[in-house]
């Protein structure tokens, strides 16, 4: 049994599940790659996983202030009343952990709008799912940002 070092409980598991879950990919998944070239042919210009605001945006449009977020739906807790009552295996520990997840995105969402960012989030699948609704989202958001500016 492995006992990987986390900053809020410890979790024990087998080395099978302990690869499995490394090779989880963190940064520059399917879906957040899909949207940036998405972005990119509709000539927005953005940086990806921008480390200078709250939470790293996957994709920041940094001339508009428009943070986005690409949420893996098991890790940000989509539908988590239902989906947490599911849980089976080292339930205490996916609660706790899910749970911190979704408090720090609520953190970091308001950390962006006190800086006048707009954060907009999307769960991986309604990116594949609905790729034009999100960049049409986006595109809003931007224009938003764009009219603020004007009226300056």
Known sequence: MCVPKMKHRQLTTTPEISKRMGNVS???GKSETILAKALWEKGILYRKN??????SPDIAITKYKVAVFVDGEFWHGENWEVR???LRNNRDYWIEKIEENIAR????????KEMDWIPIHFWEKE?????????N????????????????
């Open 50 to 55: 921008y480390k200078k605001v709250p939470g």
């Open 26 to 28: 963190l940064k520059g």
């Open 84 to 86: 947490k009552t599911k």
């Open 105 to 112: 995105d609520i953190r970091n969402d308001n950390a962006l």
């Open 127 to 135: 990116v594949k799912k609905n790729l034009d609704g999100c960049i």
């Open 137 to 152: 989202k986006i595109v809003d958001a931007v224009q938003v940002q764009f009219s603020k500016s004007v009226k300056l």
